[in-house]
């Protein structure tokens, strides 16, 4: 199974501030016959089920802020808040889903500094 | 929109079998750009991946699962379900039906969510 790795654990940020969150797999993610990278994130806010942000690692959701943003290729990528808000406090996972199995990161914390 | 709901018993001897049902309001089962699917989030933690059946395709499971999970699709109520024998307290988590965007008839990321049930695995 694909191993996703996410850091950090927990990140606190000033509001207005940028938070950047890193996943790296354990193999490549990118599927040579579309040339895309099969990994999204999501944003789990507290007792809600996790919300879909980010899919084929850049591509916005419809309806998400533009503040939120997703780089990267290959086994290593980034979520980026651009400006942090209060509405971000949440949990951040990623996820491959190049297998099966769908595989996720261990999530990240966000705080307001 | 598509929305879905999962029930079934929210506490579970040990030993004994889970069972929940998704039900789907504003959307159909039979829709073939869609996997169907099971994620659970034990309190506290992270989230795992189940399986994932299709109402014509084949259903994916989770390796470490297999050999306890079976999952359908009952086209006629518009629902789909899991069932989790042997059940101990380590399968005490939230689950979470879900759909799956299918890609070269796979099941990749997950654009729609249940609210979840807790289930609790204990005597």
């Known amino acids: 199974d694909i191993v996703m790795t996410q850091s950090p654990d927990s990140l606190a940020v000033s509001l207005g501030e940028r938070a950047t969150i890193n996943c790296k797999s354990s193999?490549?993610?990118?599927?040579?016959?579309?040339?895309?990278?099969?990994v999204a994130w999501y944003q789990q806010k507290s007792g809600q089920p996790p919300k879909l942000l980010i899919y084929w690692a850049s591509t916005r959701e419809s309806g998400v802020p533009d503040r939120f943003s997703g780089s990267g290729s290959g086994t290593e990528f980034t979520l980026t808040i651009s400006s942090l808000q209060p509405e971000d406090v949440a949990v951040y996972y990623c996820?491959?889903?190049?297998?099966?199995?769908?595989?996720f990161g261990g999530g990240t914390k966000v705080e307001i500094k | 929109q598509l929305q879905l709901q999962e029930s079934g018993p929210g506490l579970v001897k040990p030993s004994e079998t889970l069972s929940l049902t998704c039900t789907l309001s504003?959307?159909?089962?039979?829709?073939?750009?869609?996997?169907w699917g099971w994620i659970r989030q034990p309190p506290g933690r992270g989230l795992e991946w189940i399986g994932s059946?299709?109402?014509?395709?084949?259903?994916y499971y989770n390796s470490s699962l297999k050999s306890r999970i079976t999952m359908s699709v009952d086209t006629a109520k518009n629902q789909f379900s899991l069932q989790l024998t042997s059940v101990t307290a380590a399968d005490t988590a939230v689950y979470y039906c879900v759909r799956h965007f299918l890609d070269f008839d796979y099941p990749r990321y997950v654009d729609c969510w249940g609210q979840g049930t807790l289930v609790t695995v204990s005597s």
């Open positions: 059946p299709h109402n014509t395709g084949g259903t």
């Open positions: 996820q491959q889903f190049y297998g099966p199995p769908v595989t």
């Open positions: 193999q490549s993610v990118l599927f040579s016959p579309n040339n895309k990278n099969y």
């Open positions: 504003g959307g159909s089962i039979t829709s073939g750009r869609y996997y």
